[in-house]
């Protein structure tokens, strides 16, 4: 088992394409840790849920 105290560094940020919350595209903030590679994803928007996040199909690079 491999421990890594996390440092995330931004990669890129990416919006929803074609679904919108509260007439605002939906944002993300897509990390990965500099030690292990592990990816985080942010949300940026208040009022996307966060089950969004994780659907690779309803995203494009910004």
């Known amino acids: 088992m491999k421990i890594c105290f996390?440092?995330?560094e931004d990669v890129k940020f990416q919006m929803t394409k074609g679904v919108?919350?509260?007439?605002?595209?939906?944002?993300?903030?897509?990390?990965?840790c500099k030690k292990c590679g592990?990816?985080?994803?942010?949300?940026?928007?208040?009022?996307m849920?966060?089950?969004?996040?994780y659907r690779e199909s309803i995203w494009i690079d910004e």
């Open 49 to 53: 849920p966060d089950k969004y996040l």
């Open 6 to 8: 996390h440092r995330y």
């Open 20 to 32: 919108l919350f509260h007439y605002v595209p939906g944002y993300r903030l897509v990390q990965k």
């Open 38 to 47: 592990k990816i985080k994803y942010v949300n940026l928007n208040l009022a």
